[in-house]
């Protein structure tokens, strides 16, 4: 006897494809029986764990046989110093896409629907219509976010915008002014989501810092992850910052210890690495600098970012030459489920190994 089991799960799960992650090195090396890769895929820190953090999860092994401190009061009481608002504004989750699922399951349902733009991180599709939730794809404007025709799309069941600045995988950001103009104009019963994943990277120039909005704008979430400067991806540990009416429905729903002991132990010291941080975002300003300069001079366009990655056109069929830099032991990330058929995404690495994937890009056209 069998069940089609599909056909138990929710209308908006039946269609739902997973969410593909950056191909792993050792996968790779399964795959092909090559070593000495590079992965320059999924957006993470190539400095490795922060030295202060490596020798604190070290010493607190032992406190793994105990449950986590489900309330994260060390970690929620930094978060706030650091960032200068009160710690009942927090929500803390098993990285920024965890409180992103949250908002979800808090407001959405089939009764609604949600607006994220063309070429926006993938996951709010994905969480958008497993929720059952009618979702608005918005063209892009410049590979980024259109925020005149993102308003233009608002329709009276509309309950969640999703925005990510800088936008993932494009690199696309937006200033102050142009963010301000728009909540101003989102109606007060519309959320806004401000995905900064990776704000830590942005200076030198105009840009929209969600946080010091959130006086101006009580609908208005902000998410944050440890996930990219501050090193912590396979920890996961991200947080949301809202008002604390938004905070306290939002805590209703999130799962008891969410956020592991280690990972609440490693981003509490973190964020008194500054020299970490620092050295984070030197090697991302000197990296950009170099790939921007190997891809010009390869002759390939790349769209301008401001993260921690680049998406360039291969001008060809970019599967192919994302296959052949997996023979030559580069590993980077195809966007085609983002609407960007021709582009590869590459994570910004340290200077050598950015300099393999130019090496191996070069290869290819010889």
Same mark, same amino acid.
């Given at each position: ?6 056909? %138990? ?49 070290? &010493? ?14 060390? %970690? ?30 808090? /407001?959405?349902?089939? &009764?609604?629907?949600?607006? !994220? ?6 996951? @709010? ?7 059952? +939730? ?14 005149? +025709? ?9 309950? *969640? ?16 002014? #142009? ?18 994943? @990776?704000? #830590? ?5 105009? !840009? ?17 992850? /440890?996930?990219?400067? @501050? ?44 020299? @970490? ?20 001079? %390869? ?21 192919? *030459? ?7 032991? *580069? ?36």
């Amino acid at each position: 006897m069998s069940c089609d089991f599909l056909a %138990l799960a929710k209308s908006g799960v039946q269609h739902l494809m997973p969410y593909q992650p950056g191909k792993p090195i050792d996968e790779l090396e399964r795959e092909l029986g090559i070593t000495d890769i590079v992965k320059l895929a999924s957006n993470e820190n190539p400095l490795g764990l922060s030295p202060k953090v490596k020798a604190l999860l070290s &010493d607190n092994l032992d406190e793994l046989t105990r449950y986590p401190d489900g309330a994260a009061f060390e %970690l929620r009481a930094k978060v706030a110093a650091t960032h200068g608002v009160a710690a009942e504004q927090l929500v803390f989750g098993n990285g920024s896409n965890d409180v992103l699922d949250l908002i979800g399951m808090c /407001f959405l349902n089939p &009764d609604v629907s949600a607006i !994220y733009s063309d070429h926006a991180f993938v996951v @709010y599709p994905l969480m958008v219509k497993a929720q059952g +939730a009618r979702a608005i794809e918005v063209p892009a404007k410049d590979w980024g976010h259109d925020l005149d +025709a993102m308003l233009a799309a608002i329709e009276p069941d509309t309950r *969640v915008i999703f925005i990510a600045n800088p936008n993932n995988p494009t690199g696309t950001w937006l200033g102050h002014a #142009e963010i301000e103009r728009f909540l101003i104009q989102v109606p007060d019963d519309v959320i806004v989501v401000l995905d900064e994943a @990776y704000s #830590e990277y942005i200076h030198g120039v105009d !840009y929209a810092n969600g946080i010091a909005l959130l006086k101006q704008f009580d609908s208005l979430i902000v998410t944050r992850t /440890f996930s990219k400067a @501050y090193g912590l991806a396979g920890l996961r540990v991200g947080c949301s910052i809202s008002s604390v009416a938004m905070a306290g429905i939002i805590n209703r729903v999130r799962a008891p210890f969410n956020v592991n002991t280690l990972a609440q132990l490693a981003a509490t010291c973190v964020l008194d690495d500054s020299e @970490y941080l620092q050295q984070s975002i030197a090697v991302n300003d000197a990296g950009r600098q170099q790939l921007e300069a190997g891809l010009s001079a %390869l002759g390939y366009d790349f769209i301008p970012s401001q993260g921690n990655f680049i998406s360039f056109d291969t001008r060809t069929d970019a599967n192919a *030459v994302y296959q052949a830099l997996l023979e030559k032991g *580069v590993i980077v990330r195809p966007v085609g489920p983002y609407k960007m058929p021709g582009f590869l995404r590459v994570s910004i690495g340290l200077e050598a190994e950015n300099q393999r994937f130019l090496d191996a890009l070069t290869a290819l056209a010889d």
